[in-house]
Each structure stands twice: as structure tokens, then as C-alpha cells.
């Protein structure tokens, strides 16, 4: 269970805070102690978990909430809201272009989910009722074209392939392709590398250059933590991202990535992955997160 370490940390803070009726300024001061390290300790960045606190500890001292009937209950109402708004508040979509198709760039790291998740948003748009297409752009891994083809398949949506020539000229050629037949939405699937480097970044921004996208999405995997952190904030330095999909969240996550991207990186996550099937994708509700964190 995803988020479980965390949510077990606040759920016993706050018991302790409910357990007290009236709250001094000083059990509050606690329990924010106690939320921090639960935060650290999820691998929330130190800033954030560090300003987080702060704002809360600030809004809860207030007279209002220390003189209210259920103090710990307003607290906690504080946390979900400083929570929620950390993750970006409403949550944010797909764009829409002035002309579709909507160009939708993906990137990240192998093995990240890029392909997988890929094809799952194809799979959305089409149960939207839109005619989404694919396009493989990762032609150094030999089978990526392949298990394109595959769960493009399942998913309904057609593949355009180009085998293995310059991924930027396909991606044209797809761009060109989608608009004569009709589709709203072109999914760019690019290459992977195990590390950020100069040659897929290069990549990158000429496909980004040529092919003007709506959104540009990082695919990260939830599971590394704070390191999923640092690459969306070198992929979006170098990229200047639209937006994250939160991959893996059916893994024994702490949650860290999901707390900490938009506060670090000012971009928002989009969608969030789990499980390796076709239905496992869903617009990212910072509130519904929230809560789920605070059980
Ligand atoms: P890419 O290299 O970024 O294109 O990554 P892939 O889409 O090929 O995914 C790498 C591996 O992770 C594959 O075995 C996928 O089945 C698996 N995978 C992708 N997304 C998820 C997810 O959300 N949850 C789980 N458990 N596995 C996933």
C-alpha cells in the first residue's frame, strides 16, 4: 500500500492531538514536529516538508482554530488543505490546442513507464471518445516499437512507426499523418536512457522544436523517491515540461515524489499510473491524494 508509512505517522499525531481538547500553541508546535519527520521520513524534500510545516504551523495558532470547540479537527482540516494546495490544488488536464491534434510529447527515463503509460492514455482518450494515435519515436530499444504496436493494439489506437530512421523526421511525418486522418490527439512516444545525457536531451528538444507540442509529459517513477524529484527538475529545466505522470503508484511508494514535484519543479502532475493494464491511469486529484495520505 502506497503512502501507508505516512499515513499511519499523521494518524497517530493527530490521535494524540484529538486526545487533548483544548490545544496550546505548544501542542501544536509538537505535532508539527511530528509531521515533518513523518514527511522526511516519506521522503518529502526538507524544504518543502520544512515550509509546509511552517504554513501550518501559522495558519493553526491562530485564534480561531485554538478557540474553536474541536481544535484538533480543524488542525487536520488545515493539514488536508496545505496538503492539497502543495499538490497543486484543482489538478490540471491536457491542454487544448487552437487546432487539434493535440501533440502530446512523452519523455523520462527507461523503464520509467513511458511506453506503458503511453498506450494508457491513448486507452483514456479513446473511452473520452476521442481518435488518439501513437507514434514510436524510441527506436534504440529494439522491442519499444514492438510493445508499442502491441498495447497500442489493446488499447485501440493505431501506431505510426517509421522503424528505426530519425525519430525527429517521424515525428513530423506523424504530425502530418494524424491531421490528414482525422485524429485529435498524437501520442509522441520518445527514447529512454538509464541517466539524463547530452544525446537524449538533444533529442528531445529538436522533436520539441519540430513538432510544436500541446503538452510536453514526463513520465516519473513514483517508486525513487526523491531522485524521481531531481530528474523531473532537470527534464523540466531543460525541456520546460507541462506536466508529470506519476507512475507505479501501486508499489510500495512513500509517497515523497508525489508531495514534493510541483512544489520543487512549479510543474503540475497531470496523471498518476498504476499497475501494468490498460485502465490503470487517472487524472492526478491533489485532493483525493491528500486525503488518502491522511487516511
Ligand atoms: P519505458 O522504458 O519508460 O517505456 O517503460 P515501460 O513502459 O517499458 O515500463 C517498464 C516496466 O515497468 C514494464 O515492465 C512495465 O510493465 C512496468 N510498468 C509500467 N508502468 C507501471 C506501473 O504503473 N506499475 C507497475 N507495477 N509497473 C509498471
Redesign the pocket.
Known sequence: MPFEGLAEKLSNSFKKLRSKGKLSESDVKEAMREVRLALLEADVNYKVAKELTGRITERAVGEEVMESLTPAQMVIKIVNEELTALMGGTGERLKSPAHPPAIILLC??????????AAKLAYMLKSQGHRPLLAAC?VYRPA?IK?LQVMGEKAGAPVFERGTQDPVETAKEAVKHAKDYGHDYLLI?TA?RLQIDEELMDELRRMKEAVNPTDILL?VDAMIGQESVNVAKTFDELLDITGVIL?????DTRGGAALSIKAVTGKPIKFA????KLD?LEAFHPDRMASRILG
Do not use: P, R, V
Not at 273 to 276: I, Y
Open positions: 523520462g527515463l527507461q523503464g520509467a513507464g513511458k511506453t506503458t503509460h524510441d519499444a510493445q512516444d529512454g513520465t507512475t507505479k503508484l501501486d508499489g499510473g498504476s499497475g501494468e490503470g
